[in-house]
């Protein structure tokens, strides 16, 4: 466990936004499936990716490691894809990605063969009942430790129609429009309730064609799956990601002028969000040809629809605790199944600092303060609550002190590096386990 100290200051200065956690993940996947050797450049190696490396790794790809840049974990992947997936491992470990779990587990399920899967903390816990209802249908053999991992699974996934909720995660959909492709006959994916997180799915399809998949989408209500496709290896740079970038854009509007880069305006990315959201709540926010500046505003509560963007509410949460007005986060319920039950971390953490925020069972209401207290909080082992605590320091008139701070390693291990170099006080406090 690792403590950090933080003395509040303001942040300014201009940062380098990480590529992509969520097209790594799919660019890996396609480039493992393909026939032949694909690059992907620009990848940060958080500790979610490499959990997706080694399964793709266990299911028989090779993957060649390249650092892009010294100073931070950035590399570029030399891939060689097996189409004919091949079990190098009969236990994977999916460390503490939900990502890495649910797109590999339909691809393990077109394979025949027993193998267990694994995982640690929440992900353990993380629900799979999706899945489960897909097995049972097509009597396909599977057991877990009273509903929660390990899980076993030995049997084959066939071509046909597949019905699942589309307001539980959009991670089953991405993993069933992995596997379908492969299977001999073409498959219809039903989904039974109104989809949220369509970008998700949008960056999922438009991956996919991009290796070489097609994929017929009705309305996100119906998806059509040519069987027997094959994957074609291609090149891919990873671009930045909109959800990391959230913390930085929202730091220059609670002080300063910042400068975040590497990020693209014509994103598929569905927290791209992130600008809209800051607009209307009346930040001062421009874009560049590199991305985005924001400059200190006085903001005004809104109310946010979290259904397509829930990755953001930690974030968001913070500009409507310091925002004028209330700010009202509705259809948020898929945070309580993340890596904490984000609605409570989030109204938990805030609370101690000094900020105004009730959680109701779907969402939160906040209302704003000109300035927190701080305190100290624990990150409840969330690398999005760890980061968002960092940037409401800067609204803190005391230090804030941040227990299991190493949740950042997840997604965006550089993280504490970036909020130093734009100015940040910081202290390591306890470097113990």
Known sequence: MKKVEITPTILRGTVNIPPSKSMSHRAIFCAALSDGISNIKNVLMSKDIIATCKAVEA????????????????????????????????VIDCEESGSTLRFIIPLLATLNNQVTVTGKGRLVSRPLDTYYHIFDEHKIYYTNKYGELPLTIN???????????????????TGMLFALPLLKGNSKLIITTELESKPYVDMTIEMLKKFGVNIVNEDYQNFYIKGSQEYIASDYTVEGDYSQAAFWLTAGILGGELYSNDIKAESLQGDKVIVDIIEEMGGKIESFLLGYKTSMSSTKGVTIDASQCPDLVPILSVIGATSGGITEIVNAKRLRIKESDRLQAITQVLT??????VEYTDGLIIRGKEKLIGGEVDSHNDHRIAMAVAIASIKCEEKVIITNSQSIEKSYPNFWEDFVGLGGKLDELDMGE
Do not use: W
């Open 352 to 357: 101690t600092l000094g900020a105004d925020i």
């Open 59 to 90: 299911i028989g790809c090779k993957i060649k490691y390249k650092k892009a840049d010294e100073n931070k974990e950035l590399y570029n992947l030399r891939i060689q894809g097996r189409p004919q997936m091949k079990l190098i491992n009969e």
């Open 155 to 173: 049997g084959r996934l066939t071509a046909g129609e597949y019905s699942m909720q589309g307001d539980v995660s959009s991670q089953f959909i």
